[in-house]
């Protein structure tokens, strides 16, 4: 999922997947969850511990997508 190499998911790299999605429930007339509610999904499942870091935590923070709009793997820094 990581098209550019940098370790990092952007908001771009997850959009284009779920844009992929989006065409596939389409074509079986199924409504897609609008892309802003499934982020805030992933930001609720991945558990950021800071604000603008959101690799996977500890479930003790909360948190957003930082300036960058990245999601690092776990390990990247």
């Known amino acids: 999922m990581d098209l550019d190499g940098d ?39 991945v558990k950021p511990r800071t604000e603008g870091d959101a690799r996977q935590g500890t479930g003790q923070g909360e948190g957003g997508w930082g300036e960058g709009g990245t999601a690092q793997g776990e390990g990247d820094g």
């Open 7 to 45: 370790g990092a998911l952007s908001m771009f790299e997850l959009e284009y997947f779920y844009e992929e999605q989006c065409r596939r429930l389409d074509s079986m007339a199924i409504e897609a969850l609008p892309f802003q509610d499934c982020l805030c999904q992933m930001l609720d499942l």
